[in-house]
């Protein structure tokens, strides 16, 4: 498992960046490429925390190679990330994403070995993801899922290199059938409609980040996201150097667990769309699955009673 290529994606946390190392050490990965985005310049504090975090790939003592990519100039969390991925991809066929800030549990990597042999040849298949946010009893080892989860990650050159960041099929889209399939709970589809309209709107920024856009083009190419039945990856960013997550999402952090071996495997595209409802209302809409529904039953409730 140690011959998997690794994408190291780094800023300015090197405490975070320390933990990620300790893991790797484990395994001992034999192929290690690190991407640096360049400091802000608005930051005070910014250039010495860089330094610090970039300092610290001297700790990747044991024997492999490591590829460096450190930018001067400050690209932003978004483009960062996107052009760390398109340049390790123009570099390997297969390789595991982890940002400074996700930490793998040490199975991850033996289960996306055991799936990248696996599903290597499904075109069907778009990233082999090692999160779990769901709550429940699963039948399987893994699922297929459409949610793209990225905290801790893997995907095939084959698949990155075809997405196009400026989603121009959204347009087209939008109002197919096959969105409204794609996304049929009411607060899906005006979620994520509302989403990925701010790409039309050229008087408003888009502020669309590259792992939504992502994920909307595996929607519109019919790729599907290996999940593991354990949440296998956790991610420890969650504080206020954080760019996005300053707020802890419990529901999206819950402990990490090892999977049990040999997988048992679903069959060819299982879905289970329990997990799929389940999984929205606690990623995305940011409530509790549980909540919601109690809401819609109560709101029925209400209705019926003064129809009656």
């Known amino acids: ?5 690794i994408l190291l994606i780094i800023y300015n946390r090197p405490n975070n960046f320390k933990e990620l190392i300790k893991k790797l050490k484990i395994i001992k990965s034999k192929k290690i490429y690190i991407f640096a985005d360049g400091p802000n310049k608005l930051k005070i504090k910014d250039p010495s ?9 001297s700790k990747i003592n044991w024997k492999c190679k490591i590829y460096k990519n450190y930018q001067k100039e400050n690209l932003g969390v978004d483009l960062a990330v996107y052009n760390a991925i398109t340049w390790f ?12 800030d996700c930490i793998p549990n040490l199975s991850f990597f033996k289960f996306v070995k055991i799936l990248k042999s696996k599903y290597s040849k499904d075109k069907n298949i778009g990233i082999i993801s090692g999160n779990n946010f769901v709550r429940k009893k699963y039948k399987y080892s893994y699922l297929f899922s459409k949610w793209t989860h990225i905290w801790g990650w893997a995907t095939w050159k084959k698949n990155w290199i075809r997405f196009d960041y400026k989603i121009p099929f959204w347009k087209q889209l939008r109002n197919t059938k096959k969105w409204k399939l794609l996304n049929n ?16 709107n050229k008087n408003k920024k888009d502020k669309i980040t590259w792992d939504y856009r992502f994920m909307l083009y595996n929607w519109y190419k019919n790729k599907l996201s290996i999940v593991p039945k354990s949440n296998l990856v956790k991610n420890i ?14 529901n999206m952090n819950y402990k990490l667990k ?8 679903p069959s060819k595209n299982y879905i289970d769309n329990d997990f799929e409802k389940k999984n929205f209302y606690t990623s995305y809409y940011n409530k509790s699955y549980f909540f919601i529904e ?11 009673f003064f129809n009656d």
Not at 49 to 57: D, G, M, P
Not at 237 to 250: D, S
Not at 258 to 265: A, K, N, R, T
Not at 294 to 304: R, S, Y
Request: proline share 3%; hydrophobic share 35%.
């Open 185 to 200: 709970d009411f607060n899906e589809y005006k979620t994520f409609t509302h989403v990925f309209d701010q790409s039309l």
């Open 237 to 250: 960013g969650f504080n206020k150097n954080a760019t996005h997550t300053f707020k802890r999402n419990k």
């Open 49 to 57: 925390l860089c330094e610090k975090t970039r300092i610290l790939t």
């Open 89 to 100: 991809f123009n570099k390997v066929e297969f390789g595991i994403i982890l940002e400074d």
């Open 294 to 304: 109690i809401c819609k039953n109560l709101k029925f409730q209400i209705k019926n």
């Open 1 to 5: 498992m140690n011959n998997i290529p």
């Open 258 to 265: 090892d999977l049990q071996y040999p997988l048992i495997h």
